[in-house]
């Protein structure tokens, strides 16, 4: 993968990123999204914000090797500090990281929020607590997409601030939009994560030592909700 050949995850999240935006790739990495929309003339302007200073160094090899440097601007900094007022920024990506870690992200990041802008994020799992942060911040979920690359599941979640949004629990656990298009892949992940389940659930019947009430609790209504999607 490079800025000329993105993976199939980065384009199907660069197939959401509105053209003519101003966009700010948060957690870059080697800065191969923001520069691939560049030369394909889909944005207007880019921030690439890297935390890790490897990975930053790399973004900036990137921009300066596709001479972009004037559309390009790549910053050393922890999440959504990365974005300046100046910066106009219509859409954010965050990609490759999990749920609750994106969702931590745009939480301590919400003062450069100016709710304008499209979300565009591609969390590796935990993706109930990021759409519950989602709901709960007012952002109205557009579009979900799920796909299986390298033997994995990863999901894509697009969102912009709407009046007023409510996700039942099952939604939020299954993805409003997924549960909706019961997608051939949709159906095979929970088919395998309810193995998951049930199997677990063995597991704490035959535990000698008492568990955790609520957390038996909990994979039970998941499992019972997957059940129901399933039939």
């Given at each position: 993968?490079n800025?000329?050949?993105?993976?199939?995850?980065?384009?199907?999240?660069?197939?959401h990123?509105?053209?003519?935006?101003r966009?700010?790739?948060?957690?870059?990495d080697?800065?191969?999204?923001?520069?691939a929309?560049m030369?394909?003339?889909?944005i207007?302007?880019?921030?690439a914000?890297?935390?890790a200073?490897?990975p930053?160094?790399?973004?900036?090899?990137?921009v300066?090797?596709?001479d972009?440097e004037?559309?390009?601007?790549v910053?050393h900094a922890?999440?959504?500090a990365?974005i300046?007022?100046?910066?106009?920024?219509?859409?954010?990506?965050?990609?490759?990281m999990?749920?609750?870690?994106?969702?931590?992200i745009?939480?301590?990041?919400?003062?450069?929020?100016?709710?304008a802008e499209?979300?565009?994020?591609?969390?590796?799992?935990g993706?109930?607590?990021?759409?519950?942060?989602?709901?709960?911040n007012?952002?109205?979920?557009?579009?979900e997409e799920?796909?299986?690359?390298?033997?994995?599941?990863y999901?894509?979640?697009?969102?912009?601030r709407?009046?007023?949004?409510?996700y039942?629990?099952?939604?939020?656990y299954f993805?409003?939009?997924?549960?909706?298009?019961?997608s051939?892949?949709?159906?095979?992940?929970?088919?395998?994560?309810?193995?998951?389940?049930?199997?677990?659930?063995?597991?704490?019947a035959?535990a000698?030592?008492?568990?955790?009430?609520?957390?038996?609790?909990?994979i039970?209504?998941?499992?019972?909700?997957?059940?129901?999607?399933?039939a």
């Amino acid at each position: 993968m490079n800025e000329h050949t993105l993976s199939m995850r980065l384009e199907r999240v660069a197939a959401h990123v509105p053209t003519g935006a101003r966009l700010a790739d948060i957690g870059s990495d080697h800065g191969y999204l923001p520069v691939a929309l560049m030369r394909r003339g889909v944005i207007a302007a880019a921030v690439a914000g890297e935390v890790a200073l490897t990975p930053f160094r790399s973004a900036e090899r990137t921009v300066r090797e596709n001479d972009l440097e004037q559309h390009i601007t790549v910053r050393h900094a922890s999440g959504l500090a990365a974005i300046e007022p100046g910066d106009a920024i219509t859409a954010i990506s965050i990609c490759g990281m999990g749920g609750e870690t994106i969702r931590d992200i745009l939480d301590s990041g919400k003062a450069q929020l100016s709710g304008a802008e499209r979300l565009i994020l591609q969390p590796n799992g935990g993706e109930q607590p990021l759409r519950q942060w989602l709901m709960d911040n007012g952002y109205c979920i557009l579009c979900e997409e799920l796909l299986w690359e390298n033997r994995f599941y990863y999901e894509i979640i697009v969102a912009e601030r709407a009046d007023s949004v409510a996700y039942t629990g099952p939604e939020l656990y299954f993805g409003p939009l997924q549960m909706q298009a019961r997608s051939p892949a949709f159906l095979s992940k929970w088919q395998r994560i309810l193995r998951e389940k049930q199997k677990t659930l063995g597991q704490f019947a035959r535990a000698r030592q008492a568990l955790p009430e609520a957390k038996v609790r909990e994979i039970t209504q998941q499992a019972q909700w997957i059940t129901d999607l399933l039939a």
